[in-house]
């Protein structure tokens, strides 16, 4: 079974206007992390942003915020005034086990073109 | 800022060759990481490192070996290449969990295109 989903294989959205990059989870631990990451042409991974699954308020940096519904096992970025440079693939990713693991499983990505 | 640095951006090698891919991390991270990424499959971990010397299968090890002589530096070996080895090549570094206040997020270098003709 899938861990990450990644439903949206590819999404438009116009510059200036909000988006939001979907990510479906599935684990059975309690203590788990949950990660986006960008993927510009030049193919470097950046790191966006972070959600514990304790933390009790949903994570924020900048422009990208994660949406977190644990209930429902969602944790989907959202990107406020879309610019050109968010052009690229994005990546939901989860890590099991707490602080103390360090793998990550990777969903299939999301590649959003911004249009101007 | 964390430096992961991959040896070379485009490889393209032959059936059968052998062929040595190298990550070197400037951060001193004890933790390594080898991925494969390939369209609609994400990102698939071939193998991984928390300590010179100590590595552990990922999902994907067949075909494919390391070595982690130094903590900085992490080589992935393709034995004998095959054309189902043309891929795209990601390492990334990050520290352990243990005792510190970040997330522990992978650190990714630049990525390594090979192609096995």
């Known amino acids: 079974a899938q861990k990450i989903t990644q439903t949206q294989p590819g999404m438009f959205v116009q510059e200036k206007e909000a988006v939001t990059l979907d990510c479906t989870y599935d684990?059975?631990?309690?203590?788990?992390?949950l990660f986006w990451y960008k993927q510009p042409s030049s193919g470097e991974m950046i790191f966006l942003i972070y959600?514990?699954?304790?933390?009790?308020q949903n994570a924020t940096e900048g422009r990208y915020s994660l949406n977190f519904q644990k209930a429902r096992k969602s944790a989907n970025l959202v990107i406020s005034a879309s610019q050109l440079g968010d052009s690229a693939m994005y990546f939901c990713a989860m890590r099991e086990g707490g602080d103390s693991s360090y793998k990550l499983i990777f969903g299939s990505g999301t590649r959003l073109l911004v249009r101007p | 800022d964390v430096k992961v640095t991959q040896s070379s951006r485009y490889l393209v090698k032959r059936t059968g060759e052998k062929v040595f891919l190298e990550c070197v991390q400037d951060?001193?991270?004890?933790?390594m990481f080898w991925y494969r990424q390939d369209p609609g499959l994400g990102l698939r971990l071939i193998y991984f490192?928390?300590?010179?010397?100590?590595?552990e299968k990922g999902d994907i090890p067949e075909g494919y070996s390391v070595s982690r002589e130094k903590k900085e530096r992490f080589s992935l070996i393709l034995e004998s290449a095959s054309t189902n080895q043309t891929s795209m090549y990601l390492c990334?570094?990050?520290?352990?969990?243990?005792?510190?206040?970040?997330?522990?997020?992978?650190?990714f270098g630049p990525g390594t295109r090979l192609t096995v003709l």
């Open positions: 490192s928390y300590d010179v010397k100590m590595k």
């Open positions: 951060m001193d991270h004890e933790n």
């Open positions: 959600q514990g699954s304790y933390d009790q």
């Open positions: 684990t059975s631990d309690p203590s788990y992390g």
């Open positions: 990334a570094s990050s520290l352990t969990g243990l005792g510190t206040a970040t997330y522990n997020e992978q650190f």
